[in-house]
């Protein structure tokens, strides 16, 4: 952000504003770590702040400090379209393009409030009259730490917003071994850890508390895996049924897509996922080295992301989809091939 820009808004947030703060669809670690964190230091200068998230999370991030009072637009619509008509300060995190908050949008559209961006996703919209965008950033969390930083109040951060930007750093960096990681991130997190985040029980609650059913479900995701050799290519489906025969809960598929790009020579790896509420297909995808998903997703099911991580989904059905994809690889051979 540029100097001028970072006066203006200490001068802004000098004294009580009515603050939301809004992640996007389906939030992650890194969307409730940021958001959360966020809110816990605006709190320190009494500000009337609060969350509103568009749906519901995995439970794997409802320990988090403050978590309860996070608003879901879906189930408590009125209430937050109350909220969002009177703030003053709208803060949109982890996410740079409007329509990621589903049903939300129009009102946020609509919302007369100053907007604050802070995300790390390639081309971001223009709806920000402050925006700190940085595709180079490891995570929204690490940005959100670089934020507090810029206003030179690093010494607020307390154990609460150490704990929320750790979880969201860890999880959005695959626990620090995507490329994202730099060594300003390594030193970031140390800090966090000065500052009263608890790394070790962080992770044991993040990685290391899956259900019974959840372990069914990847070993049932495990036995769909496919490769495609040629291309250097692997995926993964999973059909509603799948999901309800072993009670899916939101959340239960993170992190399946990685075990298909762990494999030997892999440097492409989709998962293809039947949501039958929404009738469409969700997808997720990874890649090593320069092949980017986030131009193969916009290009080919309306989504977006990072270069090595993307999201998007399929009006068709699942064996129709997985077909598709099929037949979008041949383009993409040379590119897979010199990875």
Not at 32 to 48: A, C, M, P, V
Not at 146 to 162: E, G, P, S
Not at 174 to 197: C, E, N, P, Q, V
Not at 205 to 223: E, M, P, V
Request: hydrophobic share 35%; net charge negative; aromatic share 10%.
């Amino acid at each position: 952000m540029k100097k001028q820009e970072i006066s203006s808004l200490k001068t802004l947030l000098n004294s009580p504003k009515k603050i939301v703060i809004v992640p996007h669809k389906n939030p992650d670690g890194d969307a409730i770590g940021s958001t959360l964190g966020l809110l816990h230091y605006l709190l320190k200068y009494n500000h009337d702040a609060c969350i509103i998230a568009p749906n519901d999370y995995p439970e794997f991030l409802k320990w988090l400090p403050n978590e309860h009072a996070i608003l879901k637009y879906d189930t408590q619509t009125e209430a937050s379209n109350s909220i969002i008509n009177q703030a003053e300060i709208i803060f949109t995190l982890d996410f740079n393009a409007l329509n990621r908050t589903g049903e939300m949008e129009a009102i946020l559209k609509q919302s007369k409030a100053l907007k604050i961006m802070i995300d790390h996703h390639q081309q971001p919209d223009d709806y920000a009259l402050y925006t700190y965008s940085d595709v180079n950033m490891s995570s929204t969390c690490e940005m959100v730490y670089n934020f507090i930083d810029f206003l030179d109040d690093v010494a607020k951060i307390d154990a609460n917003i150490a704990t929320c930007l750790y979880t969201g750093i860890m999880t959005d960096t695959g626990s620090f071994r995507f490329k994202s990681t730099t060594s300003t991130t390594h030193l970031i997190i140390a800090d966090l850890i000065t500052k009263g985040a608890q790394n070790a029980q962080i992770h044991n609650a993040i990685y290391d508390t899956n259900s019974f059913n959840r372990l069914q479900l990847l070993g049932c995701a495990l036995s769909n895996l496919k490769m495609l050799p040629e291309y250097n290519t692997a995926y993964i489906t999973l059909s509603q049924n799948e999901l309800n025969s072993f009670d899916y809960k939101k959340g239960d598929t993170e992190g399946f897509v990685n075990y298909a790009l762990s494999l030997k020579h892999i440097i492409f790896a989709a998962i293809f996922i039947e949501d039958q509420q929404q009738n469409i297909i969700k997808i997720s995808l990874r890649s090593k080295g320069e092949f980017s998903v986030n131009e193969f997703s916009r290009l080919h099911f309306s989504g977006g992301g990072h270069t090595n991580a993307a999201g998007g989904k399929s009006d068709l059905n699942l064996s129709e989809t997985i077909e598709k994809f099929i037949s979008i690889l041949p383009s993409y051979k040379t590119a897979l091939n010199n990875e």
